[in-house]
Structures are given as structure tokens and as C-alpha cells.
């Protein structure tokens, strides 16, 4: 016998979005598999790099690995859902899978570029200082100047022979020194 899971009142009958849970790695399968069954997705991703024998690697990641987020009326899609390959539960408190903010859910969309990628903003200042974290200059420590592109150049200014030399970098080139 399949035990009854009761639901918070109000959530019957009207499409929430929920957090659901994948298998380890399995974020892309269990949201296909979802949308395949006409279940609305979204899966933030974002954009990183990874240094391989000093080469910069570019690597698409998920935003919350092992997490995604889906659409769906709980009193229809909660079995559906639940068998679906690569998910692991609805997560919950309790007394059952609890619902994400609607205004949760659009501020992502709205962090999200033309790519689908979710744009994760530096909190870089002019005067910050920055470390370079790989390259020929790695950890040379600079002050950042400003940003060049929408396309990740920024500029530092580094203390060389005791005249700041302006350098131009990727940003994913750099960290903030705390």
C-alpha cells in the first residue's frame, strides 16, 4: 500500500514551482526527462573555467548542483514527478514538498543572459585589489581599474618596477583579495 502524503492546504489545483532534487549529476537528465512530460523546467547554469596544464578549460555547471527547479500542480504531476529518472524527491518540510517564491524563480530569469547562463555579478570597485590566479602573472597582486567588455576583459593595474603598468585580462582570470 502506497502511504497518502498530506499537502498544505491551497497548493491543490494551481501550478507552483518547487525545488526538486536529482541524483548526483543527474540536473540535465532528470529536467529532459521532466520536460518530456510537458512539466515546465529551469535549470540554472553558469559559465566557469577550469585549468588544466595551464590551459583554461570553459565549463558550463550547474548554478545549485544537484537541483532544479520545476513547474507543476502537486495533486496531478506529485507520483509523475517522483518516478521520474534522475529526480530524487520534491523537497519539502514535514509534511510535504513545499513551493518557491514566484519573485525566486524571475530574479534568476532575469540574471539570465541571451545564452540561458545565469550571469554571476562581481562585486569588483576601482581600487579593489585583485590576485591573478593563473597565467604568467599568477599571483601577482594588482588594483583593479575598470571593466573592458561585456565579454569578461577587465583592467588591473600592476606595480611593476615601481610604475603601475596597465594589464588587460579575462575576469575569470582574477579574484578579489579580502
Sequence with gaps: ?????????????????????????????????????????????????????????????PLFPNYLFAKLNLERHYEQVKWTRGVSRILGFGEGPAPVSEKVIQTIQERMGNDNLVRLEEDWKQGDLVCITSGPLKDLIGIFDRRLSDQGRVRILLNLIGVDVPVQLPKWQIKKVA
Design 1 to 61: 500500500m502506497i502511504p497518502v502524503i498530506p499537502f498544505p492546504d491551497g497548493l491543490f489545483g494551481q501550478k507552483q514551482w518547487y525545488v526538486i532534487r536529482s541524483k548526483p549529476g543527474d540536473e540535465r537528465r532528470a529536467g529532459l526527462n521532466l520536460s518530456n512530460q510537458k512539466i515546465e523546467t529551469l535549470l540554472p547554469l553558469f559559465e566557469s573555467y577550469q585549468f588544466i596544464r595551464g590551459t583554461a578549460i570553459r565549463k558550463i555547471r
